[in-house]
């Protein structure tokens, strides 16, 4: 009978296996990016060259082989076409060495999975939102989770959530704790990216994250055993942070330029946001 069931479990274990080999992987690679793209201040251009870093993940900077995609990437890249400037792209991991790199003149942008709150804005120099997007809780299906299930907003009092180092969303869940009358435990590590903290609550390291809707579809894509059914936040407009304020003027009007024309929504079908 032993035996018998062992075979029978023998998909499965092969599976998850993969999964850790996967994530394994995946940690060690952007670990060694991490320390490739910020050891050294003479990987960073001068001159009329923009230094952008972009955060790693399915939608925003995505590189296979030789090849790279990602949403923002591409409308930065016409943006920059259109208007002649050149750019440089640092991608990153962990969300506080950009947000650091932007504050000590390293970086001239920072793209990454950041709403134009008014936390934000009174931190950074946003720009006006490039699109739209909402949080949403990211946590194992019922049927494969020991952990309680989370149906609504209200139910994560007391519970804990994982989040990207520095996310503005922290202030958003500690508020809500204080409408419900209870904690909503917040944690975080210097090492983790929104993709990462998906991939570790799908092999169950992590009870659940709050990541975005748009990152969280796109691994769930490839881990059907999550579930991204309980949003967390509205809508809200989706933006960059910008060290200085007349590039940021500047860039206001290059994405309202973009956004009336036919390369942003095609943009926007591609990569399954509209």
């Known amino acids: 009978m032993k035996p018998r069931m062992i075979k029978g479990q023998l998909p499965?274990?092969?599976g998850l296996l993969a999964i850790v080999l996967a994530l394994m992987w995946t940690l060690g690679r952007c670990s060694h990016r991490r320390d490739a793209d910020f050891a050294s201040r003479r990987e960073y251009a001068t001159g009329d060259t923009l230094n952008v870093a972009i955060e790693m993940s399915p939608l925003l900077y995505y590189q296979h082989a030789d090849s790279i995609s990602g949403l923002d990437y591409e409308i930065i890249g016409n943006i920059a076409s259109a208007h002649g400037i050149p750019?440089?792209?640092h991608p990153?991991?962990?969300?506080h060495f950009a947000l650091d790199g932007l504050n000590d003149g390293r970086f001239d942008i920072v793209v990454a999975a950041m709403p134009a709150t008014v936390q934000t804005r009174q931190q950074y120099?946003?720009?006006d939102g490039v699109y739209t997007g909402r949080q949403v809780l990211v946590q194992l299906r019922d049927s494969v989770s020991g952990q309680p299930h989370i149906k609504s907003q209200e139910q994560l009092a007391g519970h804990s959530v994982w989040l990207v180092e520095k996310s503005p969303y922290a202030s958003r869940l500690a508020n809500l704790g204080d409408e419900l009358g209870d904690?909503?435990?917040i944690k975080t590590?210097?090492?983790y990216s929104a993709e990462h903290l998906c991939?570790?609550?799908a092999t169950g390291e992590i009870p659940r994250a709050v990541v975005s809707?748009?990152?969280a579809r796109r691994v769930a894509a490839d881990y059907p055993q999550l579930d991204i059914s309980v949003p967390v936040s509205f809508n809200q407009f989706q933006s960059w942070a910008v060290g200085d304020e007349a590039l940021r003027d500047s860039l206001n009007r290059w994405i309202e330029e973009f956004r009336t024309t036919g390369a942003y929504d095609s943009l926007l079908v591609r990569y399954g946001q509209k």
Do not use: A, G, K, Q
């Open 125 to 127: 120099n946003m720009t």
């Open 183 to 185: 904690t909503i435990y």
């Open 199 to 201: 991939l570790l609550t």
């Open 87 to 89: 750019v440089r792209f």
């Open 189 to 191: 590590s210097p090492d």
């Open 92 to 95: 990153f991991v962990p969300l």
């Open 213 to 215: 809707e748009r990152i």
């Open 12 to 14: 499965m274990l092969i």
